[in-house]
C-alpha cells in the first residue's frame, strides 16, 4: 500500500518569509497527487493537484505554488507568507482519480 | 493521542435502503469531527462537522450524523440511499485549522 511522508509535522514562520514544505509517496508510481488546507472556520480545500510530472492544477488563487519535479514528489512552496496561509496543509495521493485516497500526517503552519 | 477509527472498510447498501457509517475517536478534549467524502475523480468534499451545540448534526445531499459522547461516536447516517452515494467517506477529528486525523475511509457501494 502507499505512504506518504510529509515534514515538517510543524512549522512557525514569520509574515515575508519563504515556505517549501515536501511530500514524498512510497508504494506506487505515477500517483496521483493532492495539497489540502484546513483553515479556521472552514472544511479542508483542495490547494492543487497533479497527474503526472510537471503537471499541477490550482484550485484557487493564492499565496501559494506547487511543484511535481519527481514523480513522487509534490512540494508546496510561498515566496513569501502571509497570515493569512496558516493552517492544517495535508497532501494526499491516489493511483487515479477513482482510487482510495491516502493521507500524510499533515504539517501545522503558523505564520506570526 | 488522537485517533479515528472507522472499523468497516467497505460497505455495500441497496439503493434506496438506509445507511449508516460508522466512526469512533479518542481525543482528549471536546472534540471537532467532520465526514467528508471523496467521489470517483473528485477532490474531497465536506459533508458535515459538529463543533458545539446541538449534536444531531445535518450536512448536504441528505446525510446527519450523531454525536454521542458516552459512546465516542459520530456516526454519519442516510435514510434512502441513491447510486450516487457511492464513494469513500473519510471521518476526521481535530481543532478547526489545527492537526486533523483521518479515519482509514469506508468506500460504499450502492447495488441496484
Known amino acids: 500500500s502507499q505512504t506518504i511522508h510529509q515534514w515538517p509535522a510543524t512549522l512557525v514562520q514569520p509574515v515575508g518569509s519563504p515556505l517549501s514544505l515536501e511530500c514524498t509517496v512510497e508504494?506506487?508510481?505515477?500517483?496521483?497527487l493532492y495539497w489540502y488546507r484546513q483553515a479556521a472556520g472552514r472544511g479542508l480545500q483542495l490547494l492543487f493537484y497533479?497527474?503526472?510530472?510537471?503537471?499541477i492544477s490550482s484550485e484557487v488563487p493564492q499565496n501559494l505554488s506547487a511543484s511535481r519535479p519527481q514523480d513522487r514528489q509534490f512540494i508546496l512552496s510561498s515566496k513569501k507568507l502571509l497570515l493569512s496561509d496558516s493552517g492544517f496543509y495535508l497532501c494526499?495521493?491516489?493511483?487515479?482519480?477513482?482510487?482510495?485516497?491516502?493521507f500524510g500526517s499533515g504539517t501545522q503552519l503558523s505564520v506570526l | 493521542a488522537q485517533s479515528v477509527t472507522q472499523p468497516d472498510i467497505h460497505i455495500t447498501v441497496s439503493e434506496g435502503a438506509s445507511l449508516e457509517l460508522r466512526c469512533n475517536y479518542s481525543y482528549g478534549a471536546t472534540p471537532y469531527l467532520f465526514w467528508y467524502v471523496q467521489s470517483p475523480g473528485q477532490g474531497l468534499q465536506l459533508l458535515l462537522k459538529y463543533f458545539s451545540g446541538d449534536t444531531l448534526v445535518q450536512g448536504i445531499k441528505g446525510f446527519e450524523a450523531e454525536f454521542k459522547r458516552s459512546q465516542s461516536s459520530f456516526n454519519l447516517r442516510k435514510p434512502s440511499v441513491h447510486w450516487s452515494d457511492a464513494a469513500e467517506y473519510f471521518c476526521?477529528?481535530?481543532?478547526?485549522?489545527?492537526?486533523?486525523?483521518f479515519g482509514a475511509g469506508t468506500i460504499l457501494r450502492v447495488k441496484s
Open positions: 497533479s497527474v503526472g510530472i510537471g503537471q
Open positions: 508504494g506506487t508510481s505515477n500517483p496521483n
Open positions: 494526499a495521493a491516489n493511483r487515479g482519480g477513482n482510487e482510495k485516497l491516502f
Open positions: 476526521a477529528v481535530g481543532q478547526d485549522g489545527n492537526k486533523l486525523v
